[in-house]
């Protein structure tokens, strides 16, 4: 099976431009999870979405947005960059188990995309 | 206090031999605990998970849990230059969000 995947791989954007990436999950997984990781750190988590709808957001600006689609694909979208946003950008996708079954909910991270604004 | 603490490293043991990577976590209700492995330029790729206090083992490696102490461990038996890479640990996050409050990765060498 394929794993997740994301597109583009790499982005070279400059200041006050926006970006959307995009991110597919394992087939039969319906959560779709975007982090943040800057280099030297661990990943720090933007968005979490389970059949559409948001499930969690973390401690990032307004200017980060995201949403999934039917087929649980998933766009992060960063307006007005700014070159702190320069980072690997991360998509997990898991099968979005809760309850009692949450503690396995276990999320598998694709390849990334590198963004680099000048 | 940082949520989830991991020493940076570097960690360097000598192949064949046990790596001993430990992780502590401040926030008592987090139920499940990952471990990733991170080789420089990708991303992470999940080794195992464990929920339970006490030992998971998977192939060379145990995952260790102890709830009380709020501590975390990973062991690796038979140490191998592939397994030089940035070890990150993981917390599920309470509530209806299972979002995963990383450490900041603590840096394994394996000498050959």
């Known amino acids: 099976d394929a794993g997740v995947t994301q597109s583009p791989t790499h982005l070279i954007k400059t200041r006050g431009q926006h970006v959307t990436l995009r991110c597919s999950p394992i087939?039969?997984?319906?959560?779709v999870s975007w982090y943040q990781q800057v280099l030297g750190q661990g990943p720090q988590f933007i968005f979490q979405?389970?059949?559409?709808?948001?499930?969690g957001r973390g401690n990032f600006p307004d200017r980060f947005s995201a949403r999934q689609f039917p087929n649980y694909s998933s766009e992060l979208n960063v307006n007005a960059l700014l070159l702190g946003d320069s980072a690997l950008y991360l998509c997990?996708?898991?099968?979005?188990?809760?309850?009692?079954?949450?503690?396995?909910?276990?999320?598998?991270f694709g390849p990334g995309t590198r963004l680099t604004v000048l | 206090q940082k949520e989830v603490e991991q020493n940076s490293g570097p960690l360097s043991v000598p192949e064949g031999a046990i790596a001993s990577l430990n992780c502590t976590y401040s926030?008592?209700?987090?139920?499940?605990f990952f471990w990733y492995r991170q080789y420089s330029g990708k991303s992470p790729e999940l080794i195992m998970f464990?929920?339970?206090?006490g030992d998971k083992e998977d192939g060379r490696f145990t995952a260790q849990l102890n709830k009380a102490s709020q501590y975390v461990s990973l062991l690796i038996r038979d140490s191998q230059p592939s397994d030089s890479a940035t070890y990150l640990c993981a917390v599920r996050g309470g509530g209806a969000t299972n979002k995963l409050i990383f450490g900041t990765g603590t840096l394994l060498a394996v000498q050959p």
């Open positions: 926030d008592r209700g987090s139920q499940s």
């Open positions: 087939s039969g997984h319906k959560s």
């Open positions: 979405y389970y059949e559409k709808e948001e499930r």
């Open positions: 997990a996708s898991s099968p979005g188990l809760a309850g009692e079954e949450a503690s396995t909910d276990t999320q598998y």
């Open positions: 464990i929920y339970s206090n």
